[in-house]
Nanobody, 118 residues
Framework: QVQLEESGGGLAQAGGSLRLSCAAS????????MGWFRQVPGKEREVVAH??????????GYANSVKGRFAISKDNAENKVDLHLNILPPAATAVYYC?????????WGQGIQVTVSS
């Protein structure tokens, strides 16, 4: 099992910044992907940004809606993935979920609220 714990988030003004952190713990696994999704009430959960590992190298991917504003970073030694939310628009208000794909399946964090006021 992999446990994912999110931290950060909260309230920000439009145009401001926040940082979300995801710490992975549990048994040692090989990650295929690790990153962030978000969900607003009444809509499906959507991918925001993620790392994908292939042949030992990680590449970052972003949803078109966040390119140029959000950035994902990782700390392999700490098994952490951070999401840096910059130039926040009110539309970024959502519950953000950390997620990882492993050969054993997909794991989710509990989610953390981000609210952007206009």
């Amino acid at each position: 099992q992999v446990q994912l714990e999110e931290s950060g988030g909260g309230l920000a003004q439009a145009g401001g910044s926040l940082r979300l952190s995801c710490a992975a713990s549990g048994r040692t696994v090989t990650y295929v992907t690790m990153g962030w999704f978000r969900q607003v009430p009444g809509k499906e959960r959507e991918v925001v940004a993620h790392f994908t590992w292939y042949n030992g190298a990680a590449s970052a991917g972003y949803a078109n809606s966040v390119k140029g504003r959000f950035a994902i970073s990782k700390d392999n030694a700490e098994n952490k993935v951070d999401l840096h939310l910059n130039i926040l628009p009110p539309a970024a208000t959502a519950v953000y979920y950390c997620s990882s794909d492993t050969p054993s399946g997909r794991f989710w964090g509990q989610g953390i609220q981000v609210t952007v006021s206009s």
